[in-house]
């Protein structure tokens, strides 16, 4: 164990000389060529995207941004390097070192990281995840990050400005964590976007917060003090954890598998997103399908676009914006439960195509919510290569799988699937009760 470290900084201009106020993390300090990134208009354009689209007919409260919690990664991504920095500063940088273009290899990987945690949500499209799969042609929002990161018509040109030729290469090869990292720098993208990452740290936190919801609550300052580094086969350095912290990581795991359940995929968030999508597949050639599009456009420019399709638009475009913007949605009259399985998706479909031969005069919309919860490796596991065998390091360095020490993250589902059917009925119109109870029996008798 190395004595304390101070942290190390590329020049004076990256030495934290401004501070921010954040709800969450108290003030977050940066520096004045993290000032220029903070202020370009393509970051800037994130205080317009909100982090969980139309979540607000839900939760009233959730109106935070993409720019908040992308502020709020690059502090806790920070925090997270400086404490295993403390315990560990002399093997990160001998293993630093080794790279290339590294000449001073703790400020620089520290700095790589701050950039890269910074930036990592700049390639969102407006109301973030909900109409990925139709904007920019259905190319994620991380990839297009990182062609934002990269490309010289975004970000590369202040990025090599203010920290030098091939910085913008490496924060977006940071943000990807793919081939063109070496296994030496792997780290720094497990800080951001691993099993136990800045990125879910924060999300979780925050959106809990402006939710006004529990669920996502942990422990997550204790947990950073307890993360530890061990050495793997490949030279590179892998992210541990002190055994004393085993609480912490169980309570990020089930923070994580609640918030999915309760609000990422309540039914009628889900339902929004719905119309979301089909509200920009009616948009035709004026979808934004193209990188420069995308970054023209966010929540404000869209929605003042979908208000004015509400009251003056035609045909497929009036029908979806009217519904967002008068919260005229359908009720659900499905659902399989949180933990379904490939059959229950199967037997739900059929149930859907029932549903529109019986009741032929009412709109349906059949829906699959699935998303994974954690990848640990635990006992009842059979491929261990699908999975991450996160090491538990006691007082005499001793290390142990997570998932074979803990009694509770075996417990906790890996993934979240669930299957629901909509129709389109109002709140206390009889149909929606018929449509329901022939459901129900339908749902009984084909599981009998």
């Known amino acids: 164990m190395t004595a304390f470290r101070q942290p190390e900084f590329l020049t004076d201009n990256d030495r934290p000389v401004h501070r921010i106020r ?13 000032l220029k990134l903070i202020d370009h208009y393509l970051v800037g354009r994130l205080r317009y995207v909100r982090q969980l ?61 701050r950039v890269a945690a910074l930036l990592h949500d700049v390639g969102h499209a407006s109301f973030s995840h909900a109409a990925e799969k139709v904007v920019n042609s259905g190319i994620g929002h991380e990839e297009l990050t990182c062609l934002i990161m990269r490309n010289a018509s975004f970000l590369r040109p202040v990025l090599e400005k203010h ?62 003090e307890c993360l530890e580094l061990i050495e793997d086969d490949l030279g590179g350095l892998q992210i541990a954890l002190n055994r004393d ?14 918030m999915n359940t309760q609000v990422y995929h309540h039914r009628l968030r889900r ?29 404000v420019t869209m929605m003042s676009m979908i208000m004015a399709d509400a009251h003056n638009g035609l045909g497929a475009r009036r029908e979806w914006a009217e519904r967002i913007v ?38 349906f ?42 009694q509770v993250l075996g417990k906790i589902p890996k993934d979240f699937q669930c299957a629901r059917i909509y129709a389109d009925v109002d709140r206390n119109d009889g149909i929606r009760e018929e449509i329901t109870e022939f459901a129900d029996k339908a749902w009984r008798e084909e599981r009998e």
């Open 271 to 299: 339902i929004y997103d719905h119309y979301l999508v089909e509200y920009h597949k009616a948009l035709g050639t004026e979808v934004p399908d193209s990188p420069e599009k995308v970054t023209k456009h966010n929540d």
């Open 245 to 258: 912290g085993i609480h912490t990581l169980e309570a990020l795991i089930l923070a994580r598998y609640q």
């Open 53 to 113: 689209a139309l979540t607000e007919l839900v939760y009233p409260g959730a109106t935070h941004t993409r720019f908040a919690h992308s502020l709020g990664v690059m502090e806790i991504a920070t925090r997270s390097f400086d404490a295993i920095a403390v315990k560990h500063g002399d093997k990160m940088e001998r293993v630093f070192k080794s790279v290339n273009d590294f000449d001073r290899p703790m400020a620089k990987a520290r700095q790589v990281l």
């Open 326 to 363: 008068s919260r005229k949605h359908h009720r659900q009259v499905h659902e399989t439960g949180v933990d379904a399985n490939a059959k229950d998706i199967l037997q739900s479909k059929q149930l859907f195509e029932k549903l529109r031969q019986k009741f032929d005069r009412t709109h």
């Open 163 to 224: 920290y030098g030729s091939g910085f913008a290469d490496w924060a977006a090869a940071v943000v990807k964590g793919d081939e063109s990292l070496p296994p030496q720098m792997q780290i720094l993208h497990d800080l951001i976007s691993g099993e136990m990452d800045a990125d879910r740290t924060d999300y979780l936190i925050r959106d809990s917060h402006h939710c006004g919801v529990e669920y996502g609550r942990f422990d997550y300052r204790r947990m950073t």
């Open 365 to 406: 919309v059949f829906d699959i919510a699935k998303v994974g919860i954690h990848r640990f490796l635990t006992r009842d596991d059979q491929d261990e290569a699908e999975f991450v065998d996160l090491k538990l390091v006691n007082r005499r360095g001793r290390k142990d799988g997570a998932g074979f020490v803990s």
């Open 22 to 34: 954040c709800p969450i993390h108290g003030f977050i300090h940066f520096s004045e060529n993290e």
